[in-house]
């Protein structure tokens, strides 16, 4: 790995524009990333309210920022895959499909917090 020479706030700096970026690319790129956006205008500031305390804010909130990561990562493993080729692979389908799933976990988490937290 080669040293950027790059340190401290400008290193900081360029980390956060690189970051942006990412998350520039996945709202306009991705379909599902943009419709969990749109939810999460939603879900944050409802979790910030149903919560009682921070403990129930957090088990709120805290999945919906994670099913915004779990779905960038899968479509960062989705870009990388069809950027290889575009024949079909057993292992290009098995990655995607891990992917996919990761998503579903994070969905599934997110709801049963959310059933668990407003009916408990």
Known sequence: MAFSGNSGLTRIAKACRFSWQGLCAAYRHE???RQE???SLVLIPAGFWLGNNGVEKALLIGPVFLLLLVEILNSSIEAVVDRIGDEQHELAG???DMGSAAVAIAIVLLIVNWVLV???
Do not use: M, N, Y
């Open 31 to 33: 379909a599902a990333f």
């Open 37 to 39: 956006i749109w939810a």
């Open 94 to 96: 098995r990655a995607k």
């Open 118 to 120: 407003l009916t408990g």
